[in-house]
């Protein structure tokens, strides 16, 4: 994978709570503000599939690639030549968490994905993780 994006930051959060987010994908809306509507029904399983509007630009499907619970979940939407791809991770400290969101793409055009959606998509790691971390503070 190519990456586009990547951002870390610490909270306070459990691990567990973060994942009950992205593992969600209803609730993304609420908190991403690179997101503006989500189908999806079901559990978060491997193979499952929704349906994604961004804030712009057109909309998608995406599906769960890769999950373990309470640490990881990533997401792929399938571009002409290339996949998209969105890694959610979470990693318990001391007395915080770590996480950490990388966006990437992959496949033999992954050079002409990123070189289209490299500017638009530069700040949306960094975007998804504070929207997330704002989100549980006000609750």
Do not use: C
Not at 20 to 49: C, K, N
């Amino acid at each position: 994978m190519e990456k586009i994006s990547t951002h870390v930051a610490e909270t306070p959060h459990p691990p567990e709570t973060l994942y009950r987010l992205w593992a969600a994908p209803m609730t993304w809306a609420s908190w991403d503000p690179d997101v503006a509507e989500v189908q999806f029904s079901g559990e978060a399983i491997l193979g499952a599939s929704g349906w994604m509007r961004p804030s712009s630009g057109p909309a998608t499907t995406f599906e769960i690639v890769a999950l373990e619970t309470d640490r990881l979940l990533t997401t792929t939407s399938r571009m002409p030549g290339a996949k998209l791809l969105f890694e959610h991770r979470a990693e318990p400290l001391d007395a915080s968490t770590r996480v950490t969101v990388t966006i990437g793409v992959d496949g033999p055009l992954r050079w002409f994905w990123r070189r289209v959606l490299g500017k638009s998509f530069a700040g949306a790691a960094e975007r998804n993780v504070r929207g997330l971390i704002d989100y549980l503070d006000a609750a």
